[in-house]
């Protein structure tokens, strides 16, 4: 049996700027949770994604479902922020979009998600080269490396990162934990990167980090 996707799933995945704030506003004032909106919203475009890929929806239905998401946040982040304030360190996270990829709405996410839980975030932005990933690693010694991705060609950077990565921090005591996210991230990619950590939602990456921290 098929399940139908709620009401908010469906109206970012039909791009429905002017109902999608609504529906938010609605169910922040009902007390649901910020994450469980951002899980849905998150689905939505997922499904804008495979319309894309199917050729029915065209790169101004990415750049819309981009605005949709992004006036989504401005909406939920205050909940987040309030909802998951921390006042000790969990530990410092270097996080970046690698190279070639310029997708930076999830990363975004996991940097406020992060900082609300006490992590130290140092984001580089989007399309980092590997070699910046490492030089910043040797001059912040983070506890963790998140590299963000969503396009097949980001995995190939992911990698040649984790490679250099592993050869400048080969005589630590404690290298970083290197973390991929991204929504088409999955066990064979994380093989492919050749790391053992890999999320597609901020919250389970941050559950991730945490118990890495606490060993
Ligand atoms: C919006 C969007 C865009 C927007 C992005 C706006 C922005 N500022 O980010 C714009 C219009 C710029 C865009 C451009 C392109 N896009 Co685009 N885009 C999307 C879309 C619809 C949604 C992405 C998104 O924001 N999702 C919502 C966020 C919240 O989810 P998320 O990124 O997965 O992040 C969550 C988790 O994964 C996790 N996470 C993410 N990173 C990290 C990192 C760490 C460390 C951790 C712990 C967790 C974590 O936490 C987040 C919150 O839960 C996807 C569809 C999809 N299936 O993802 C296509 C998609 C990614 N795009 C695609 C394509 C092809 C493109 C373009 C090449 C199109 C073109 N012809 O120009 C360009 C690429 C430009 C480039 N060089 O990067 C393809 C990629 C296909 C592929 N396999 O390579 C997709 C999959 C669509 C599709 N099905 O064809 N895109």
Redesign the pocket.
């Known amino acids: 049996m098929s399940v139908e996707p709620n009401e908010l799933v469906q109206v970012v995945a039909e791009l429905k700027e002017d109902k999608v704030p609504v529906i938010v506003q609605r169910r922040l004032e009902a007390g649901d949770d910020p994450l469980n909106i951002?899980h849905d919203c998150?689905e939505g475009?997922?499904l804008?994604?495979?319309q894309?890929?199917q050729g029915r929806y065209y790169?101004s239905g990415?750049?819309m479902?981009?605005e949709i998401?992004r006036q989504v946040m401005e909406l939920i982040g205050p909940a987040i922020k309030n909802s998951r304030q921390e006042s000790k360190s969990s530990g410092v996270i270097l996080?970046g979009t690698v190279q070639?990829?310029?997708?930076?709405?999830?990363?975004n996410?996991?940097n406020m998600l992060f900082t609300c839980h006490g992590f130290t975030v140092h984001d580089l932005g989007v399309d980092v080269p590997p070699a910046r990933f490492v030089s910043e690693t040797v001059r912040l010694k983070p506890d963790i490396v998140?590299?963000?991705g969503?396009?097949?060609?980001s995995y190939d950077s992911m990698r040649e990162t984790m490679v250099l990565l592993r050869e400048a921090t080969r005589d630590w005591p404690k290298p970083p934990y290197v973390?991929?996210?991204?929504?088409?991230i999955d066990q064979q990619v994380s093989q492919l990167v050749g790391t053992d950590y890999w999320?597609?939602?901020?919250?389970e990456?941050l559950r991730l980090c945490q118990r890495l921290l606490s060993g």
């Open positions: 951002l998150q475009m997922r804008v994604g495979d894309y890929g790169i990415l750049i479902a981009g998401l996080l070639a990829d310029i997708h930076d709405l999830g990363k996410i996991v998140g590299l963000s969503l396009l097949t060609a973390v991929i996210g991204g929504g088409q999320v597609n939602e901020a919250s990456g």
